[in-house]
């Protein structure tokens, strides 16, 4: 059971650099999300897409592009990476809507810009 | 908009005693709410949700959560902790027509022999 798989785990960029995190569910679910986790910050979104074809902004999306390549796929690009991208990236799935039905979580990506 | 206060940063609790994690929120309009867990080096898994009906939850591992509407509250308990509940606790709350939760701030449970 895969569930959501992440890549990478890790990755370190240098000021100025661009990336792409990908992130993949084989739960047939409709919603995927962007969050990033920051201490003494919890959980905040990035991006969310309700359904494959859209895609929307969350509280903190500067910085990010996200694409829903089909179904399964939904990443994160960071165009120009900066300092304050210093974070653990989560991606999550949703059935359908996360507000009344359960978040499946990836393992996370440990992202240190320099 | 919706928002989630979780006062306590962390929480040291003896194994076998029984621990209460705070949450409380802000809305104008109905809400759902839900803890999710998070153990070391891993993504956050639903311990409970509350959406309608009884306002006692119960969840996994012995978990459940109460919602209090006068006092805006959804406070996780369980009555006797195990050193395998030490992890990273969240509350999240969300409008009923929206697509996005928000998550509070966490709670650290350090469970100790």
């Known amino acids: 059971n895969a569930g959501v798989t992440q890549t990478p785990k890790f990755q370190v960029l240098k000021t100025g650099q661009s990336m792409t995190l990908q992130c993949a569910q084989d739960?047939?679910?409709?919603?995927m999300y962007w969050y990033r986790q920051d201490p003494g910050m919890g959980l905040r979104l990035i991006y969310y897409?309700?359904?494959?074809?859209?895609?929307d902004k969350g509280e903190v999306p500067n910085g990010y592009n996200v694409s829903r390549l089909n179904k399964r796929e939904f990443s994160l690009r960071l165009e120009s990476a900066a300092p304050s991208q210093t974070s653990v990236y989560f991606c999550?799935?949703?059935?359908?809507?996360?507000?009344?039905?359960?978040?499946?979580f990836g393992s996370g990506t440990q992202l240190s810009v320099l | 908009a919706q928002s989630v206060t979780q006062l306590d940063s962390q929480v040291p609790v003896f194994e076998e005693a029984p621990v209460e994690l705070r949450c409380n929120y802000s809305?104008?309009?109905?809400?759902?709410l839900f803890w999710y867990v998070q153990y070391p080096n891993q993504g956050l898994q639903l311990l409970l949700k509350?959406?309608?009906?009884?306002?006692l939850v119960k969840g996994i591992n012995g978990f459940e959560a109460e919602f209090n509407k006068s006092q805006t509250s959804f406070h996780l308990r369980k009555p006797s902790v195990h050193i395998s509940d030490t992890a990273e606790y969240f509350c999240?709350?969300?409008?009923?027509?929206?697509?996005?939760?928000?998550f509070g701030t966490g709670t650290r449970l350090l469970v100790s022999p």
């Open positions: 999550a799935s949703a059935a359908r809507r996360a507000t009344n039905e359960k978040l499946f």
């Open positions: 739960m047939n679910h409709n919603s």
């Open positions: 897409s309700a359904s494959e074809g859209t895609t």
């Open positions: 809305s104008s309009v109905s809400v759902y």
């Open positions: 509350y959406l309608s009906g009884s306002t």
């Open positions: 999240a709350v969300s409008d009923t027509g929206f697509q996005k939760l928000v």
